[in-house]
């Protein structure tokens, strides 16, 4: 069985900073690409960033150059820096990792971490 678990959310004023982290525990083969996504009140699930095993980053237009995202493979983890937080940020955030549990290779999801951002 393979899990990952979020940490790191917050309320935090405009302009702040947050580091969320993600690890990923259980039954792992390997870790393909991991992300964040998010999701705010009455709206869908979006993408926020992802990496791939290489290091390959994506980001979505609304976060690039505020937000960064990283993984350290050797502790299944992946971290998201979020930096000059907006209101519009506020947002459930979920970790997403594409694993081989050494069955099968499917999409995890995290609990989600409740990132605020507000004065």
């Known amino acids: 069985q393979v899990q990952l678990v979020e940490s790191g959310g917050g309320l935090v004023q405009p302009g702040g900073s947050l580091k969320l982290s993600c690890a990923a525990s259980?039954?792992?083969?390997?870790?393909?690409?991991m992300g964040w996504y998010r999701q705010a009140p009455g709206k869908q699930r979006e993408l926020v960033a992802t990496?791939?095993?290489?290091?390959?980053?994506n980001y979505a237009d609304s976060v690039k150059g505020r937000f960064t995202i990283s993984r350290v493979n050797a502790r299944n983890t992946v971290y998201l820096q979020v930096n000059s937080l907006k209101p519009e940020d506020t947002a459930v955030y979920y970790c997403?990792?594409?694993?081989?549990?050494?069955?099968?290779?499917?999409?995890?999801w995290g609990q989600g971490t409740q990132v605020t951002v507000s004065a």
């Open positions: 259980g039954s792992i083969f390997s870790i393909y690409t």
């Open positions: 997403n990792a594409d694993i081989n549990n050494g069955l099968s290779r499917r999409d995890y």
């Open positions: 990496v791939t095993s290489g290091g390959t980053t």
